[in-house]
């Protein structure tokens, strides 16, 4: 398959990307492939039938290669208040993946750890596709716990909160 060249400027791209609002979350696995956790906006439910979602990852992140490894991984949308949870789990992983879960109180999972007061999507691995600089990963969701807490999003490179439109 040939991949066309992009047809706009990527710093247009990316300057138009940073308006538009995406819930954070933290990508967790856990398995042979080692123990591994990752920032990521890139997150949206795929279908209701059979319960899936899809997640981008950069493909040579170390997080990429745990979940191919391991075949599952766990969504932890954050709470609104984690900013400090997002920020550990941001940019290029540690020589010590697990220095990232250090000083939480995470549940282990089947799928990956789970963070604290986070809405949780447990998941296998049903689909891996590479595309560009990034593998989309879609999984089955074979659990879901947490919720009713507000989350936390990401716009314009800053964390802001979700707060209700009162006309």
Do not use: W
Not at 49 to 58: A, G, H, Q
């Amino acid at each position: 398959m040939t991949v066309k060249r992009a047809t706009v400027d990527s710093d247009a791209f990316i300057a138009a990307m940073r308006q538009v609002a995406a819930t954070v979350t933290v990508v967790t696995t856990q398995g042979p492939g080692g123990c591994a956790g990752a920032t990521v906006s890139a997150f949206t439910s795929l279908t209701v039938d059979p319960p899936s979602v899809l997640v981008c990852l950069r493909a040579d992140s170390r997080i990429a290669r745990s979940v191919l490894d391991n075949r599952v991984f766990c969504v932890n949308v954050l709470p609104e208040d984690a900013t400090d949870v997002a920020r550990a789990f941001a940019g290029p992983s540690p020589e010590d993946p697990a220095a990232r879960f250090r000083g939480l109180d995470i549940i282990e999972g089947a799928h990956g750890p789970l963070l604290p007061r986070a809405t949780t999507f447990s998941c296998t691995l049903s689909e891996h596709v590479l595309h560009g600089t990034h593998a989309i990963c879609i999984g089955a969701v074979r659990a879901i716990s947490g919720g009713g807490e507000r989350p936390l999003t990401y716009l314009g490179g800053d964390y802001h909160r979700v707060r209700p439109h009162h006309d």
